[in-house]
């Protein structure tokens, strides 16, 4: 049984996962490196769960009360990992946990691309490990990719598909595929929005109100973009080209130009568009 999780990385995802596991009664250790951002995490997690409570979600205060903030690896059933987009990171991370963590521990990713069975070859359990894909905003957004590798015990597949229906999440198993199924299809829509805006099609506006009023997306793939952060839009892609071996999904000169003036979206406060 699942009922303390490890959280990996307190940026907008982690910070996310946290938030839902502790408010399905769970208790969660939060650990990030980097200084302050499990404090920005905490105070993320607060004003979204005030914001839910008023829509009759549980109570900020005793959802808060079941995360701790940790400096290191803590023994745990679970490990979510939602660092970088990056294979290295990731691997260190999937390295140290499996060297620490007891045997029966799983531990999954949060990536949005990276091939599940890369992670598992760095560890002693490689039954155990297993791809958990959130979508952000984590607390209200209802789907879960779960990724199998070829390594993945059947027991860790029901395990976690269970754990992402007690969360109130909808899971959907896919694949070890570069990608998976959502960014596969998601990345060149971005891409080919990108080139659109690029090639003077349309303004940034226009591409977007297309999608949101043509095809009735509640957000239009520049915004989204911008959500996602383009950095990670382009280390998505990088791995999509790499991993299926195709051009087409190759990031447009435009995105690696964004990438490259530091425009990385609402995170830097620019992007496609602009953000106070």
Do not use: W
């Not at 399905?24 to 939060?30: D, E, K, P, Q």
């Not at 803590?74 to 390295?95: N, T």
């Not at 958990?132 to 390594?151: D, W, Y």
Request: proline share 6%; net charge negative.
């Amino acid at each position: 049984m699942i009922e303390r999780v490890l959280v990996v990385g307190a940026g907008q995802m982690g910070g996310g996962i946290a938030q839902v596991v502790a408010a399905s009664g769970r208790t969660v250790a939060l650990l990030d490196p980097y200084p302050g951002a499990a404090d920005r995490a905490l105070g993320a997690m607060e004003r979204s769960l005030a914001k839910l409570a008023e829509k009759g979600g549980p109570e900020p205060g005793p959802v808060l009360d079941r995360i701790e903030v940790v400096d290191g690896i803590v023994p745990a059933d679970l490990m979510i990992e939602a660092v970088v987009e990056d294979a290295a990171v990731k691997g260190d991370v999937f390295r140290e946990a499996g060297a620490v963590l007891a045997e029966e521990a799983i531990l999954a990713s949060n990536t949005s691309s990276i091939p599940i069975g890369s992670l598992a070859a760095v560890t002693d359990r490689p039954d155990r490990v297993i791809g958990m894909h959130f979508f952000n905003p984590v607390p209200v957004l209802k789907l879960v990719e779960v990724i199998r590798a070829e390594s993945t015990s059947d027991d860790t597949v029901a395990a976690i598909v269970a754990l992402a229906r007690e969360l109130g999440k909808e899971p959907v198993e896919v694949r070890d595929v570069a990608g998976f199924v959502s960014n596969r299809i998601l990345m060149p829509f971005i891409n080919e929005a990108v080139s659109a805006l690029e090639t003077g099609v349309a303004d940034a506006e226009a591409i977007d109100t297309v999608a949101k009023l043509g095809f009735g997306h509640p957000m239009g793939p520049l915004a989204l973009a911008d959500l996602i952060g383009l950095d990670t839009c382009v280390a998505i892609m990088e791995v999509l080209e790499k991993g299926l071996g195709e051009a087409k999904y190759a990031p447009s000169p435009l995105l690696r130009e964004h990438v490259v003036a530091g425009r990385l979206g609402r995170k830097s406060g620019e992007g496609f568009f602009r953000y106070s």
